[in-house]
């Protein structure tokens, strides 16, 4: 005997019944009617049993689908097309699309996959091919600005993802063609049925998927995101598939929703960091500002102060105040154009250090002389190049070397700030900043880099929080090591270019 089993679903209200298999037994007497009532119980407990596996497939499958989208993928293109790659390789259908719906009320075919065993994309695009031929204008199911609906145009009405839409849940065809409607002209007809039965295709649906937030007043609001689309060359889609199909439908529009949400934070960060440089340039503009307009004020304070038959010696220092106009000129430049100060290109790290050095200290052979305060320069050959500004790295770099300075002169003995740039570990530059200053209290040392932190009366406490923020934009990182009365060293650790 062969008894039929069936699994009963419900479609649209109706209970169908699904053929799943048959039952086959043999008996050496007569098949009696309970032999057949028996056989029909295990024939429906085999039915459950096979839904039940094929359910728990389907939903781990999904799970991995959905783990996927959430956890891994920031791209929209790439969640787009493991949601048609999961349908088609985990799922098992002919082949599937994405549809998202435009704000030019359009929904455009965003990612396609067929099964590589049914055709490849040459393939599919001989066809598209062939179906130009046939009906004298592009025709294209992988490139979205020709296989485009728009949802409210009376020659679309008919088309599978339109219908879908507007019903707002899925709607299933037997004929390929409504996919493709009316960007395939109903000349091609012939040619698209040839295909679908070239690739076996029974049924194709269209399953809509939605946003849904719930507004103050408690009422739920959905908003569209698209169409998923899948081909299948079983008889028809079962209830089963249907609601399978649905939960990944609604998990790619939050997978969607997600990739829009990250691309947005991206780009905002991208802004935050752009206005971030603008401000710590202008900020580190201001505070190199302030410093030459106090040399300019005690300047102009000797020469008051200074007898007219000894005025001679103080304008022999005019020329080192020229050079002070002139950079204190180039930063309005700067803050009356911020954009040209946070200019990023390869820069040299000890070219920099050089600069650095010759802004910190104005009068350097006087403070080796007068003050016992020497710099030392251990600079590294052939370092390779950072991507940055030279004036903010130089900025940098002087904040350090300044601050060193101004340690060692508050012990009141001399002593030595210390620079060293050499080659780092996986495509770093290295930069030790190190001085015999009084050093930094190890109540202070978590504190250093906060803004508005600073030991000094007058000071601003900007310093080397912004050198902390710039370093660590770039990429690299800077660290401190102190001892109360003995010194200080910064370790900076600057991306550079490979090659």
């Known amino acids: ?121 040459e393939q599919v695009q001989q066809w598209e091919k062939e179906l130009s031929r046939y009906s004298g204008r592009p025709v294209s199911v992988s490139d979205p600005d020709i296989a485009r609906v728009f949802v409210h145009r009376d020659d679309c009405a008919a088309n599978l993802s339109v219908r879908a839409f507007k019903a707002e849940k899925p709607v299933v065809s037997s004929d390929l063609y409504d996919l493709f409607t009316p960007v395939v002209p109903p000349s091609a007809r012939p040619a698209v049925a040839g295909i679908q039965e070239a690739l076996g295709i029974q049924q194709v649906i269209a399953v809509p998927f939605f946003l849904e937030e719930e507004e103050a007043d408690g009422q739920v609001k959905r908003e569209a995101v698209g169409n998923l689309f899948a081909a299948t060359r079983s008889r028809r889609f079962s209830a089963g598939e249907i609601e399978l199909l649905e939960t990944l439908a609604h998990q790619a529009a939050a997978g969607i929703r997600n990739a829009r949400l990250y691309r947005i934070i991206e780009e905002r960060r991208q802004v935050a960091q752009v206005f971030g440089k603008m401000a710590f340039s202008a900020a580190a503009s201001v505070h190199a500002l302030r410093n030459h307009l106090a040399a300019f004020q005690m300047h102009l304070h000797l020469v008051q102060l200074t007898p007219p038959e000894r005025r001679d010696e103080i304008f022999q220092l005019s020329n080192k105040m020229l050079e002070r106009l002139d950079e204190a000129a180039k930063i309005l430049d700067n803050l009356h154009e911020p954009w040209r100060a946070v200019v990023d ?96 209290k190890p109540e202070d040392m978590g504190k250093i880099f906060e803004l508005r932190w600073s030991t000094k009366e007058a000071g601003m406490g900007f310093g080397l929080f912004w050198t902390k923020e710039f370093v660590e934009g770039l990429g690299g990182s800077i660290t401190v090591e102190s001892e109360w009365q003995q010194g200080t060293t910064f370790r900076l650790v600057l991306p550079a270019i490979a090659g």
């Open 1 to 121: 005997i062969a008894v039929p089993f069936f699994l009963e679903t419900v479609t649209d209200g109706r209970t169908e019944q699904e053929m799943v298999g048959n039952l086959f037994a043999a008996k050496r007497g007569l098949i009696s009617e309970q032999d057949i009532r028996v056989l029909s119980a295990f024939g429906r407990q085999a039915a459950a049993a096979i839904e039940s596996e094929r359910r728990r497939l389907h939903i781990q499958i999904a799970q991995n689908i959905v783990y996927e989208m959430q956890s891994r993928l920031q791209n929209e293109e790439q969640v787009l097309q493991r949601i048609v790659r999961g349908a088609v390789s985990d799922l098992g259908y002919v082949g599937a699309m994405v549809a998202t719906y435009e704000q030019d009320d359009s929904l455009p075919v965003r990612a396609f996959y067929l099964q590589p065993s049914v055709g490849t994309m």
């Open 345 to 440: 290109k390869p820069t040299d790290v000890n070219s920099c250090i050089t600069r650095a050095i010759g802004q910190a200290v104005r009068d350097r052979e006087e403070v080796e002389a007068e003050e016992g305060i020497y710099i030392r320069e251990e600079l590294g050959d052939g370092l390779p190049p950072v991507q940055t500004s030279p004036d903010m790295l130089a900025e940098a770099f002087r904040v350090l070397i300044k601050n060193g300075v101004e340690a060692v002169r508050e012990t009141g003995r001399g002593g030595e700030v210390r620079v060293v740039s050499r080659r780092g570990e996986q495509d770093t530059v290295e930069v030790l900043i190190s001085d015999e200053g009084v050093g930094i």
